[in-house]
């Protein structure tokens, strides 16, 4: 059974930089094409990818937030962790992780509940 | 960057109907595009991946077209669970995703 959780900060203040952590099991980060990508929704609004990283270390970011975000895995590869920098009020979203596995599908399969962040003074 | 736009933003609709929502990129695109489900409060769920195979678990009701800069997802027939937001995704050949802004499928 695969299972993704995030966990970190629901309060975040502006300026402050954003930890978050995917914890999944079921498949392994060390799998050919496997990736885990974070995917952020602010309140009733659209979707917004933010980053991936693959099973051979290989990082891609949203264009729009690359000065701002950074993703790694831990050294045993059971976790990812998302970090944002300079976080803003705009920034007050749910932030998702999901696995997907490329060539086969480039969708993602598998997804974390989500966690609710808002940035406030 | 590929802009991903869907149509109509908000359909509303009856159970039994046959829906279609549209997606369309900005320029032509690889055949890379995915569709999901959300509803209130919930994760997205994949429907369908590669414009048109459908995800394991996915009813039958739900299909894939498309190629070029137009992708469709058509509902056959419409029933009471279906009443969700659905978004399309490209996945680039710089290993880049991108999701469009949704279409809300409402009781009309």
């Known amino acids: 059974q695969i299972t993704l959780k995030e966990s970190g900060p629901t309060l975040v203040r502006p300026t402050q930089t954003l930890t978050l952590t995917c914890t999944f099991s079921?498949?392994?980060?060390?799998?050919?094409?496997?990736?885990v990508g974070w995917v952020r929704q602010p309140p009733g609004k659209a979707l917004e990818w933010l980053a991936v990283v693959y099973w051979d270390d290989n990082k891609r970011y949203s264009p729009s937030l690359k000065n701002r975000v950074s993703i790694t895995t831990d050294t045993f590869k059971n976790s990812v962790v998302l970090t944002v920098t300079n976080m803003d009020p705009k920034d007050t979203a749910t932030y998702f992780c999901a696995r997907t596995v490329i060539p086969a599908r480039q969708a993602f399969d598998f997804w974390g509940q989500g966690t609710l962040v808002t940035v406030s003074s | 960057d590929i802009q991903m736009t869907q149509s109509p933003s908000t359909l509303s609709a009856s159970v039994g109907d046959r829906v279609t929502i549209t997606c369309r990129a900005s320029q032509s695109i690889s055949n890379w595009v995915a569709w999901y489900q959300q509803k209130p409060g919930k994760a997205p769920k994949l429907l369908i991946f590669?414009?048109?195979t459908l995800e394991s678990g996915v009813p039958s009701r739900f299909s894939g077209s498309g190629s070029g800069t137009e992708f469709s997802l058509t509902i056959s027939r419409l029933q009471p669970d279906d009443f969700a937001t659905y978004y399309c995704q490209h996945y680039n050949t710089n290993s880049l995703f991108t999701f469009g802004p949704g279409t809300k499928v409402d009781v009309k």
């Open positions: 590669r414009a048109s």
């Open positions: 079921g498949f392994s980060l060390g799998s050919s094409g496997v990736g």
